[in-house]
């Protein structure tokens, strides 16, 4: 035999082999991550809305007024300065689920077959708004939706 023959017999060898590996089945490994495939619908759904009821009485006037006149004034100080970090917070938590179901969105639109025109700038103007909302970010972008939707008719 030729070299090029046992070359070429020794390439197809080795590209089996590698094919098989690839193959193979995996072992699952307890600490990686999800894979996209084990995603579950609970990690899309928002979770911190459930709280504005809590984070709305804690805010209210009356809450501040009652606040006022039962504590010392540095206790009701302090109240009012960690009442003011859960709503910071809470904010946060609502930007994490509006990313959540904008991704989630996103999916679906990515399985969907048609997709309008209209329904994407919508969905890309919620996702500036969401975006340049969010409480820190510097950003003073705030889009009239109103001149967008009136621009398409």
């Given at each position: 035999?030729?070299?090029?023959?046992?070359?070429?017999?020794?390439?197809?060898?080795?590209?089996?082999?590698?094919?098989?590996?690839l193959l193979r089945p995996?072992?699952?490994?307890?600490?990686?991550?999800?894979?996209?495939?084990?995603?579950?619908?609970?990690?899309?759904?928002?979770?911190?809305?459930?709280?504005?009821?809590?984070?709305?009485?804690?805010?209210?006037?009356?809450?501040?007024?009652?606040?006022?006149?039962?504590?010392?004034?540095?206790?009701?100080?302090?109240?009012?300065?960690?009442?003011?970090?859960?709503?910071?917070?809470?904010?946060?938590?609502?930007?994490?689920?509006?990313?959540?179901?904008?991704?989630?969105?996103?999916?679906?639109?990515?399985?969907?077959?048609?997709?309008?025109?209209?329904?994407?700038?919508?969905?890309?103007?919620?996702?500036?708004?969401?975006?340049?909302?969010?409480?820190?970010c510097g950003c003073a972008?705030?889009?009239?939706?109103?001149?967008?939707?009136?621009?398409?008719?």
């Amino acid at each position: 035999m030729s070299w090029l023959t046992i070359i070429t017999i020794s390439l197809a060898i080795a590209f089996f082999g590698v094919l098989l590996w690839l193959l193979r089945p995996r072992r699952r490994d307890p600490k990686a991550g999800q894979s996209p495939i084990d995603l579950k619908m609970e990690s899309f759904l928002p979770r911190h809305y459930r709280f504005f009821p809590q984070v709305r009485q804690a805010l209210s006037a009356s809450d501040e007024e009652y606040l006022d006149r039962v504590a010392p004034s540095d206790v009701a100080q302090t109240a009012h300065r960690e009442r003011r970090a859960v709503a910071r917070k809470f904010l946060a938590g609502l930007h994490e689920d509006f990313s959540s179901l904008e991704r989630l969105a996103r999916m679906v639109a990515a399985l969907s077959p048609v997709i309008s025109s209209e329904q994407e700038k919508e969905r890309l103007i919620l996702g500036l708004n969401s975006a340049c909302s969010m409480p820190g970010c510097g950003c003073a972008y705030q889009p009239d939706v109103r001149r967008w939707n009136s621009s398409s008719n």
